[in-house]
């Protein structure tokens, strides 16, 4: 069996910088020119309302086009960009359109002749996984000769780290997504994108860390400038040294350690070989969640602790908090912070998810969005219960709720939402190394 070769190389200049990662790592040496390739990026979310830091969040155009290149100078004509990214509704398909242009994806279209399709747009293939699971993935990655995953190098608040693997979860239909945050315990977020590998084809990962992201996976991380690239033909062990870069050991990412089991392979860098520099010359940790305050019987973020927040206990996400519904829980609790006037409030619960249980005793209980209701819905420990029912939630409902608790949360929160994220491009300002030329098809 021909060993596997993770490279890792510093990035330096646009295009050398990617071709000497694969070529160290052997990636597309026997790639043939009729090939289908399918490219799959990392597009987290992405807003037409303001310009956002897409440093650490987004895979940069630079690596994307690299890789193209180096696609065509092998012949392949026949390449397609996939992702099918996060808007506040899934069914904007202006959204995602405005990512390509803006992302210069109609460039490499009218350059390359690459193709580009927004997933949700496109079609599916159902996937049997076996134990009774059935996800479905995009056709055109399912059926494709070569799947290049360019994943940005990040932590993630629910999996650790979210690299090759994670980056995957990108080519499932939007009910798929949701059954990954199943909680049933044997099928968990993270045993569930670790099966994912299982459907893909032939696949070469090149990790985008140009930029890493601390307490990612999105705009509300600390990022770095960390010029690192990885490269792999095999993308378990391309993601663990990720990890270890990022300042995990392997076996500590619960999806690498399923992962690894599935393939029945050791849960570190032992059975690979690296090349170009070393991981442990590269590491910079980088923290992946957000802290929660639990004393005093309230559960908060830890900022809003120190503000001194009373009367109202919001539990800490877990991973059956699927991605739309994390998207509102970032508002709502900025929304918290701004209706706090220094008075306690009325006992007031929140649960999100699909698996928190009422605390005994509480006063009032918000069920925040409709799994979390039919998980709770005839709970007898729920003395006033306040639901939102929506999959996700509408802001409406989420306003109503909170007044009904006495929480008086601002409408203009929601309103504003979506022109929140360009509000953190502040701690970059005047930073030369945060360039959004990265971000550009020149």
Known sequence: MTQKIVSIVRYEKPLE??????????????????????????IVFWTRATLFPMWGVIT?????????????ERGVEDITIGEGMVTFDPRDRETPAHAFESLGYNVLKRRYGVKCINIHESAFTKVDFGEGITLRLN??????????????????????VSLGIKNLKGTLDIESRKKCHSAHPARDLNSMIARLPEAIPPSFTVVDGIYSNERGPGFDG??????????????LSADMVGASILGYDPSAVPHLLFAALHQDRPAD??????????PAKMASPHRHDFPYDETGGESLPAPMKRMGIRGLSYRKYDLTLC????????????????????RPWDDVEVLTGKAMKPTPGKRHT??????????????????????????????????????????????????????APGRYMKKYQGRPEFDHAFFKVQ
């Open 323 to 342: 991605t739309y519904c994390s998207l509102l829980n970032a508002s709502i609790l900025a929304g918290i912070a701004q209706a706090w006037k220094g």
């Open 269 to 278: 860098l032992s059975d690979f070989q690296i090349v170009g520099e070393s």
């Open 366 to 419: 918000i069920l925040m969005g409709k799994c979390i209701y039919q998980a709770n819905k005839e709970n007898p420990d729920i003395n006033e219960m306040i639901p939102v029912k929506g999959c996700p939630p509408s802001t409406k409902d989420i306003i109503k709720a909170f007044h009904r608790a006495g929480i008086p949360l601002d409408p203009a929160v929601f309103e504003d939402m979506e022109k």
């Open 60 to 72: 940069t155009s630079r690596v994307v086009e690299d890789v193209v290149i180096l696609l065509k």
């Open 222 to 235: 600390t990022v770095r400038r960390s010029n690192i690239l990885i490269a792999s033909s095999d993308m």
């Open 139 to 160: 056709r055109d990655m399912v059926r494709s000769d070569l799947l290049v995953d360019i994943p940005v190098l990040k932590t993630h608040a629910q999996t650790v």
């Open 17 to 42: 910088s990617v071709r000497k990662a694969v070529e160290l790592a052997r990636g597309l040496d026997n790639l043939a020119p009729q090939a289908r390739v399918f490219i799959k990026p990392n």
